[in-house]
């Protein structure tokens, strides 16, 4: 064994439960063979930032951010998030359907402030694209903020509608908000795929060998903890920011699933048509023909 295959990879993602949960084997030295990781946790929003920046050799990312970096990067084949019935949501105070409601009358979201996670995410390319299809009028100010802090403003009025992610889905209630749109339907509907969210990442430059072996090693990490979810639970927990157990099971149960374990046909298909819609729309730059090659 090489030397740069005996060092630990340094590796950013989430502390969501679905990340803890797919990585807890691998990141623990319990997967024979597998590379050793040094982990950070970060946000997405902070894992993109690496990526563009040529950080670290493995990332989180958001599907959203492929295009400015597969120069550098692979996108491995495992450990991401796709799915269905997973997207995000849009949410305001007031009931309403496909973008308008009885407070915003027929105009929708247009002149309206509409809080965001992120511009870079794969959750705004989707809100962007639902937006482009249902809302003739356009939409209104967008305001980034952190994600926590989304509901809060909407429902405080501080933002007349908010675009959410992740365990918000199951939680939106408790703040007395209402679900607009939900963009993982609307993108089933307009394309019968999968919704794609977030993708694993690693430097090409570590060579097809050690890509393969990572990416491997990933598969195995995500069977060992479908094997055993206790084995992982102390992990996620941990990390879960005071997460009620129950949501932090929901959210492993949503966001990995077979995608995660391999992206396959339909994964690979969703991929290349959200980011063909979006640089369609002028959103992101087009992908090269060879771009999502692994390795």
């Not at 492929?66 to 799915?83: H, N, R, S, T």
């Not at 749109?181 to 609307?186: C, F």
């Not at 195995?220 to 990390?239: K, L």
């Amino acid at each position: 064994m090489t030397t740069s295959e005996q060092r630990s990879l340094p590796i950013a993602y989430s502390p969501c439960p679905n990340d803890t949960f797919v990585f807890d084997a691998l990141a623990h030295g319990r997967v024979p063979g597998a590379p050793a990781l040094d982990v950070t946790f970060a946000d997405i929003d902070i894992t993109n930032g690496m990526a563009e920046r040529g950080e670290l050799d493995v990332l989180k990312v958001s599907y959203a951010v492929l295009p400015y970096v597969l120069d550098e990067y692979a996108l491995l084949p495992c450990g991401g998030a796709l799915g269905r019935g997973c997207g995000p949501l849009v949410l305001t105070r007031e009931p309403g359907a496909q973008g308008t409601s009885p407070a915003f009358g027929s105009g929708g979201l247009t002149g309206r402030t509409v809080a965001v996670p992120s511009e870079k995410s794969t959750a705004y390319l989707l809100f962007r694209l639902w937006a482009a299809d249902t809302l003739p009028g356009g939409l209104g100010e967008i305001v980034v903020m952190p994600f926590h802090e989304i509901m809060p403003a909407v429902r405080d009025g501080k933002v007349d509608a908010g675009l959410v992610i992740h365990e918000a889905r199951f939680t939106y209630r408790n703040y007395g908000l209402h679900k607009l749109a939900d963009l993982g339907e609307h993108w089933e509907r307009t394309t019968g795929l999968p919704i794609p969210l977030g993708a694993i990442i690693a430097r090409r430059s570590l060579g097809a060998d050690t890509l393969t072996r990572l990416a491997e090693s990933i598969r195995t990490s995500v069977r060992m903890a479908w094997d055993d979810p206790e084995a992982s639970r102390p992990y996620v927990m941990a990390h879960a920011q005071e997460m009620d157990p129950a949501v932090a099971d929901q959210h492993i149960g949503l966001y990995v699933n077979e995608f995660t374990a391999d992206l396959g046909e339909d994964g690979y298909a969703a991929v290349r048509g959200l980011l063909t819609r979006a640089a369609a729309e002028g959103l992101l730059p087009p992908l090269g023909p060879k771009a999502l090659d692994f390795p």
